[in-house]
Each structure stands twice: as C-alpha cells, then as structure tokens.
C-alpha cells in the first residue's frame, strides 16, 4: 500500500491538513474493523466532492461550448462525472492502492471495486476543497476532465445506452425499445432487480442491476451489441 506522502508526491499535492486527506482515504469497512481509530469514514466528503465537481465540471463545459443548449451541457457533464469515468480517474492516481479497507473488503475486491474508487475520487476533491478552496480543486481535476472530454463528444459517451438504442431502433425499424422487470431477489435493502428489453415482439437482452434503471441500463447494453455483432 502507498502511504499519504507517497500519494502526494505521485499527484502532485500537499495537503496543510493531513487528516482531512487520511478521512478521505478512509473507507466505512476500515473503521468498522478500527473503531477506536477516532477518524471519520470518507462519506461526507465524497457528498461535498461530489457538488464540487458537478461545478468545475460544468464550468468546464460553459466556457468550451458556448453555443451549446444546457440539455447537451447537462448530458456531457453527467459523462464526466459518471461513477465508472471517476473510478479510472482514480486509478490514474493510484487511489486504490492508498485507500484504507477492512480486512474483508480487500480480500474481496474492493480497492478496485468502481464504486470505492469514484467515491474515493469524490471525498480526495472534497478534502482538497476544505483545505485549500476551489482554485486548487479546479487544478488537480481539469487535467482528468481534458484527458476525456474529446473521447466523451466524439463517441457521444454522453448519451446512455437506453438512449442510444432508441435512436437506433426508431430510425432504423421504427419501433421504441420497451423494458419489463422479469425478477427481483435479495432482502428490501439489498434487490437484485432482472429487466428484459423487447423490441417489438422479440425480447433481445436482459440486465441486471442494484435498481431497475441500473437492470435497463444493462439490458439496452446488451442489446446494443448483440446489433453491433450482427451487422445491424
């Protein structure tokens, strides 16, 4: 595992409150297991790392569109601080191999887990925020938010697979995608939720998700290519 001072050199950042820094490396599962440690989990920064970044991603996007209406605005800012794009940020700046766990959520995956990971991205933003203000955050993530910002407009990664199937089906059958849950299991507070997509008669994929909109999400992802590979 690298240590505070390893990422910071790594990521070219110096903290003035070492503390804030270790609570935002600092994952629930580490304090479950270390209860006397006397630090907070990183949740609360991840909630202000979040709202700090939904500004300086769509400030970003202001000043480099500015013809551009606010739903697209709002659908490319949604791509830049989309869970999966966050956790590769993440691992750019080695925040797995920083992050403190319990025993079981490493021994399980989590340090590469993209939920920890983009949540870890999160609370380092918010630390940085409270420690040394916008200007620094704005420093330390625009690179990343450049690093994708091309790929996002020139694949249209801002728009979800339910939309892009859509476009697809419509144009090209002139049909609309519909989505059926098929499944649920698991306790209230832990669903599995199974969604099936059906263009016209025929049903062409299923996903499965933490929420139904997760499961269709899937589900049109894989109807997507399931079209690609047949040459549709």
């Not at 790392?49 to 739903?71: C, K, Q, T, W």
């Not at 191999?97 to 887990?113: S, V």
């Not at 979800?160 to 090209?172: C, G, H, I, V, Y």
Request: aromatic letters at 8%.
């Amino acid at each position: 595992m690298n240590d505070l001072k390893t990422f910071q050199e790594s990521n070219n950042l110096k903290f003035n409150d070492q503390s804030l820094l270790l609570r935002a490396l600092t994952h629930a599962s580490y304090l479950n297991e270390h209860p006397r440690d006397g630090l907070e989990d990183n949740e609360r920064l991840e909630f202000l790392g979040d709202a700090v970044l939904d500004f300086i991603s769509g400030e970003l996007l202001y000043h480099r569109f500015p013809e551009a209406p606010e739903g697209y605005l709002t659908r490319l800012r949604a791509a830049l601080v989309r869970t999966e794009t966050l956790a590769e940020f993440a691992k750019q700046c080695e925040i797995g191999e920083t992050l403190r766990l319990g025993h079981g959520e490493a021994e399980n995956g989590g340090r590469n887990r993209n939920g920890n990971l983009c949540a870890a991205f999160e609370a380092v933003t918010g630390a940085l925020y409270l420690d040394q203000g916008v200007e620094a955050v704005r420093e330390f993530v625009s690179p990343f938010f450049e690093s994708i910002l091309e790929e996002i407009v020139r694949d249209e990664l801002d728009k979800d697979p339910k939309s892009k199937l859509q476009e697809w089906t419509q144009a090209n059958l002139g049909l609309t995608p519909s989505y059926q849950t098929v499944d649920s299991q698991g306790p209230d507070h832990q669903k599995i939720f199974t969604v099936a997509v059906s263009i016209g008669d025929k049903v062409y994929a299923q996903g499965m998700g933490a929420s139904k909109q997760i499961a269709a999400q899937q589900a049109a992802e894989q109807a997507l290519e399931m079209l690609s590979e047949s040459g549709a």
